[in-house]
């Protein structure tokens, strides 16, 4: 099977710009998670989505973040205006899960991720 | 809230030598844990997990991972590492039905020849 697609690589943007990042989750799979992970971190969830919904965007700031998933499938994280702190490698994630599958057997399936710079 | 700890930041091992990567969890019931590995310029990939049962889990590339509740661990092993296990392994814990799902740190893996 394809795995979960992610574009772009890698992005470079001075402070103060917007971005976004692509997604493209494993067909059929319901849920949809956006991490960050910043550089010697672990990842850290910024949002999850079931379907076309939200299930978790408490740790989105959502004063700079946007996410959204048109249509239960493809997804969009952006980043208006950029801090520096924002740099750190943006990973993708997607899994079975949903009401009919249980969460320990619905692995996560991890994109390559987007790395962004912000100068 | 639940949190995971890898104490090892950055660990090197002989190829060959056995491998044991520490992880400790703290939850107040029985969690779901997961060891995931990345390669540089990679995405995460799933060794195993555990929720219940068998408390001595195997999980692909040769790797297991046994469960200690007493001591709130889940460390991961390997009796001989190969060059190719060079790579950079996360501890994850998490809840039925997914909320909460937090990595740790992470410990860094170089494998000398």
């Known amino acids: 099977e394809a795995g979960v697609a992610q574009s772009p690589r890698y992005k470079i943007i001075e402070k103060r710009q917007s971005v976004a990042f692509w997604c493209n989750p494993i067909?059929?799979?319901?849920?949809l998670y956006w991490y960050q992970q910043i550089l010697g971190q672990g990842p850290k969830l910024l949002i999850q989505?079931?379907?076309?919904?939200?299930?978790?965007d408490s740790q989105l700031p959502k004063d700079r973040f946007s996410a959204e998933r048109l249509k239960g499938v493809d997804s969009t994280l952006k980043i208006q205006p950029a801090k520096l702190e924002d740099s750190a490698v943006y990973l993708c994630?997607?899994?079975?899960?949903?009401?009919?599958?249980?969460?320990?057997?619905?692995?996560?399936?991890f994109g390559n991720g987007t790395r962004l710079t912000v100068t | 809230a639940q949190s995971v700890t890898q104490p090892d930041i950055h660990i090197t091992v002989s190829e060959g030598a056995s491998l044991e990567l520490r992880c400790n969890y703290s939850?107040?019931?029985?969690?779901?844990l997961f060891w995931y590995v990345q390669s540089p310029g990679q995405g995460l990939q799933l060794l195993l997990k555990?929720?219940?049962?068998?408390?001595l889990v195997q999980g692909i590339k040769g790797f297991e991972a046994e469960f200690k509740r007493s001591q709130s661990s889940f460390n991961l092993r390997k009796p001989s590492v190969h060059w190719s296990d060079a790579a950079e392994y996360f501890c994850?814990?998490?809840?039925?039905?997914?909320?909460?799902?937090?990595f740790g740190p992470g410990t860094r893996l170089s494998v000398l020849p």
């Open positions: 994630a997607s899994s079975l899960f949903s009401l009919r599958q249980t969460f320990f057997n619905s692995p996560l399936h």
């Open positions: 067909s059929g799979h319901a849920t």
């Open positions: 989505f079931q379907n076309n919904g939200v299930v978790d």
């Open positions: 939850y107040g019931a029985t969690p779901y």
């Open positions: 555990y929720f219940s049962g068998d408390t």
């Open positions: 994850a814990v998490g809840e039925d039905y997914g909320q909460n799902f937090v």
